[in-house]
């Protein structure tokens, strides 16, 4: 079992930064797939990075060129870093985490991001 927690949301003005961080626990990390969705109210559940266990990256149109996912296995951690934000932006983020040959996604308690002037 794949424990997460994650931390760096709060309130941000549009066109500032900010960066996740998602800590893992209670599986070899450097094997996991990892990643985040985001949820805003109202709306369905969208996934924003991906970061493989070999490094490779994918985005969501709407962050592509804005938002980017890294990771750091030495500390069991992966990061979204997050610039140029805008309003719609705003949402809860959530880390995932899937161990390999598994179709299974670990999910954090979240973290919430708010873009407003």
């Known amino acids: 079992q794949v424990h997460l927690v994650e931390s760096g949301g709060g309130l941000a003005e549009p066109g500032a930064s900010l960066r996740l961080s998602c800590v893992a626990s209670?599986?070899?990390?450097?094997?996991?797939?990892m990643g985040w969705y985001r949820q805003a109210p109202g709306r369905q559940r969208e996934l924003v990075a991906t970061?493989?266990?070999?490094?490779?990256?994918n985005y969501a149109e709407p962050v592509k060129g804005r938002f980017t996912i890294s990771r750091d296995n030495a500390k069991n951690t992966v990061y979204l870093q997050m610039i140029s934000l805008k309003p719609e932006d705003t949402a809860v983020y959530y880390c995932y985490a899937r161990e390999p040959f598994s179709s299974y996604d670990y999910g954090g308690q979240g973290t919430q991001v708010v873009v407003s002037s």
């Open positions: 209670g599986s070899i990390f450097r094997d996991l797939e």
């Open positions: 970061i493989t266990s070999g490094g490779s990256t």
